[in-house]
């Protein structure tokens, strides 16, 4: 059964320095869920969207912005970046934002910012 | 507004014996709450819900929970613990007045001995 993709699975970069992170959710899933763990530590909600429109906001630094695309599939952009900010991001993706279905997480990405 | 509590940031048992991990939760409406497991450098997979409905919940790889609403409890057991269980262990709950986020607990790490 297709899973939720994220790419890259590994990124470095540099202090100031922008990044991208892509989400492709699960086929026929319509909302998005970010989360960031750093290290030791539990997943912190960020940011959702459902069929397109963000639907709940959390923990997301303002230098951090996101969308879903037409094709569902979301992107999570982080610019300035801090040493703080390194931490593994993950995905997750279910059917109807507005019920209790079953998110399914991806990989994740390991950021490391240097 | 919802919050997730584990009891013990690391828990060791031999091989066959109980696994209990516990956790309690914290909401203003009816939760929704989840037990995932983490293998090192590996995403989130989930291992039981409790939405509504029967209080006693099954789930994968012999662990079942027990949702006890008098004690805002859902603690996580499996009868016989295997070496491949030693993972670490997060309780989330989710609610429908929070767009379905998952908040976390600060998991617990099972280390199972020979």
């Known amino acids: 059964a297709a899973g939720v993709i994220q790419s890259p699975r590994h990124l470095i970069k540099e202090k100031r320095e922008t990044a991208t992170l892509k989400c492709y959710p699960i086929p026929r899933h319509d909302t998005v869920y970010w989360y960031q763990q750093g290290p030791g530590q539990d997943p912190q909600f960020l940011i959702s969207f459902y069929e397109k429109m963000q639907s709940d906001k959390g923990s997301i630094p303002d230098r951090f912005s996101a969308q879903q695309f037409s094709d569902y599939h979301s992107e999570l952009n982080m610019s300035s970046l801090e040493l703080g900010d390194s931490a593994l991001y993950f995905c997750?993706?279910?059917?109807?934002?507005?019920?209790?279905?079953?998110?399914?997480f991806g990989p994740g990405t390991r950021l490391t910012v240097l | 507004a919802q919050s997730v509590t584990q009891l013990g940031s690391h828990v060791s048992v031999s091989e066959g014996a109980l696994v209990l991990l516990r956790c309690n939760y914290s909401s203003s409406v009816p939760p929704y709450l989840f037990w995932y497991v983490q293998y090192p450098n590996q995403g989130l997979q989930l291992l039981l819900k409790y939405t509504t409905g029967a209080t006693l919940v099954k789930g994968i790889n012999g662990f079942e929970a027990e949702f006890k609403k008098s004690e805002t409890s859902f603690h996580l057991t499996k009868p016989s613990a295997h070496m491949s269980d030693a993972a670490e262990y997060f309780c989330a709950v989710s609610a429908s007045d929070s767009s379905y986020k998952l908040i976390f607990g600060s998991g617990t790490r099972l280390l199972v001995r020979p």
């Open positions: 997750a993706s279910s059917l109807g934002g507005g019920s209790i279905n079953e998110q399914f």
